[in-house]
């Protein structure tokens, strides 16, 4: 990606020199998800383009030089299905990663896909190889989970994962969830497996919701169809006049923001995941909307090593019972990437993926 608003090329790279404890990955699947388009749109600051995207990332680990272990020290070999985690440096020196313990917003966060230059090297997933650098956390995709369903969850399960610690739910509780892509439906599939007494999705298209329900929504609201008015009453009729439990942004829109402050019953919690970009201001009445409902609001940001395993510990239990392969909805090899992106702009699929080896 050589700069914003401008097509994706397709460059040739030297295989780098592996130092010890480094490896190279031969790249299974990489996706392309919504901080992708916002790469493309030129939304995100400080990305030293030009960059390889592709932060999320699986495959087979192709050479390996030294020893290598994952983050319980077994031994990773040549041949190994492996996923990576995406944030490869934090300083482990500052106030987020000590005292304040938001490694997060760590200012030396470094993430494949996203804050490396391509002179730098291969990080990037949207590559047929890419460089695993010495220490990096790596873990070995669990027997019967396939590379469709690591990357089909992708970075959204590891987003979910974070948003279901932040929302601290309670068994039983009434979950709606805001947003029916990637990081919704994982958030419902999560919400429903945590002991949610019903999961409520909203969003759109109808496609979307359907696979939602899938994934474990007890019911959908189309926002195409009903008024916000009457997604209201639809949730204070599920709940006996009391609102969600909990209530989960993850459709980056600043109205949705609004919408779900009204959802949110009185001393609920209200998770805002979705707004990685900044999509304008809402208007908010701190009384009416907060102080007097008594609502608490967590903001979820990124994810971390603990998020990563944790998801892999999803995928292994559950790859049978929850879709995620479904998710990943099409499939485009370099020479389409710009198709991808404009699909995935466009919001037509859930997901679009990225098989660096296809010719299509």
Same mark, same amino acid.
């Given at each position: 990606?050589?700069?914003?608003?401008?097509?994706?090329?397709?460059?040739?790279?030297?295989?780098?020199?592996?130092?010890?404890?480094?490896a190279l990955l031969r790249t299974a699947l990489s996706e392309v998800c919504g901080t992708d388009v916002h790469l493309w749109h030129g939304r995100?600051?400080?990305?030293? %383009?030009?960059? $390889?995207?592709?932060?999320?990332?699986?495959?087979?680990?192709?050479?390996?030089?030294?020893?290598?272990?994952?983050?319980?020290?077994?031994?990773?070999?040549?041949?190994? &299905?492996? =996923?990576?985690?995406?944030?490869?440096?934090?300083?482990?020196?500052?106030?987020?990663?000590?005292?304040?313990?938001?490694?997060?917003?760590?200012?030396?966060?470094?993430?494949?896909?996203?804050?490396?230059?391509?002179?730098?090297?291969?990080?990037?997933?949207?590559?047929?190889?890419? %460089?695993?650098?010495?220490?990096?956390?790596?873990? &070995?995709?669990?027997?019967?989970?396939?590379?469709?369903? %690591? $990357?089909?969850?992708?970075?959204?399960?590891?987003?979910?994962?974070?948003?279901?610690? &932040?929302?601290?739910?309670?068994?039983?509780?009434?979950?709606?969830?805001?947003? @029916?892509?990637? +990081?919704?439906?994982?958030?419902?599939?999560?919400?429903?497996?945590?002991?949610?007494?019903? +999961?409520?999705?909203?969003?759109?298209?109808?496609? &979307?919701?359907?696979?939602?329900?899938?994934?474990? =929504?007890?019911?959908?609201?189309? $926002?195409?169809?009903?008024?916000?008015?009457?997604?209201?009453?639809?949730?204070?009729?599920?709940?006996?006049?009391?609102?969600?439990?909990?209530? $989960?942004?993850?459709?980056?829109?600043?109205?949705?923001?609004?919408?779900?402050?009204?959802?949110?019953?009185?001393?609920?919690?209200?998770?805002?995941?979705?707004? %990685?970009? /900044?999509?304008?201001?809402?208007?908010?009445? @701190?009384?009416?909307?907060? /102080?007097?409902?008594?609502?608490? !609001?967590?903001?979820?940001?990124?994810?971390? +090593?603990?998020?990563?395993?944790?998801?892999?510990?999803?995928?292994?239990?559950?790859?049978?019972?929850?879709?995620?392969?479904?998710?990943?909805?099409?499939?485009?090899?370099?020479?389409? !990437? /710009?198709? @991808?992106?404009?699909?995935?702009?466009?919001?037509?699929?859930?997901?679009a993926l990225v098989d660096p080896w296809s010719d299509a």
């Amino acid at each position: 990606m050589p700069a914003p608003h401008v097509p994706v090329e397709i460059r040739e790279f030297i295989e780098p020199e592996l130092p010890p404890g480094g490896a190279l990955l031969r790249t299974a699947l990489s996706e392309v998800c919504g901080t992708d388009v916002h790469l493309w749109h030129g939304r995100l600051s400080g990305v030293p %383009y030009p960059i $390889i995207p592709g932060h999320v990332s699986t495959g087979t680990l192709e050479a390996v030089r030294g020893t290598l272990t994952d983050a319980e020290g077994r031994h990773l070999h040549e041949g190994d &299905r492996v =996923a990576f985690f995406d944030v490869h440096r934090t300083c482990g020196r500052c106030l987020a990663c000590t005292a304040h313990r938001t490694p997060t917003r760590c200012p030396s966060r470094r993430v494949y896909g996203i804050t490396d230059s391509a002179a730098d090297g291969l990080f990037g997933g949207w590559a047929q190889k890419v %460089y695993l650098e010495p220490g990096v956390v790596i873990a &070995r995709l669990p027997d019967g989970v396939s590379f469709e369903s %690591y $990357i089909g969850g992708g970075c959204g399960l590891l987003t979910a994962v974070h948003i279901i610690e &932040r929302a601290r739910l309670t068994l039983g509780d009434t979950v709606v969830v805001q947003g @029916a892509g990637a +990081v919704g439906m994982s958030a419902a599939a999560l919400a429903r497996k945590s002991g949610a007494g019903q +999961v409520v999705v909203v969003g759109a298209p109808q496609s &979307r919701l359907d696979l939602a329900k899938q994934m474990g =929504a007890d019911v959908v609201m189309n $926002i195409d169809a009903t008024p916000p008015a009457e997604r209201l009453a639809r949730v204070l009729d599920l709940t006996g006049g009391i609102g969600a439990d909990v209530v $989960i942004e993850a459709a980056g829109s600043a109205r949705a923001f609004e919408e779900g402050l009204a959802l949110a019953r009185n001393g609920g919690a209200y998770v805002i995941a979705g707004h %990685y970009t /900044n999509v304008g201001d809402s208007t908010v009445n @701190a009384h009416e909307h907060i /102080n007097r409902k008594h609502l608490d !609001i967590r903001g979820c940001w990124g994810s971390e +090593v603990g998020h990563f395993l944790r998801a892999i510990e999803v995928l292994a239990r559950y790859h049978d019972e929850i879709p995620w392969h479904l998710i990943g909805a099409r499939t485009f090899g370099l020479g389409q !990437i /710009n198709d @991808a992106l404009s699909i995935a702009a466009s919001m037509a699929v859930p997901k679009a993926l990225v098989d660096p080896w296809s010719d299509a």
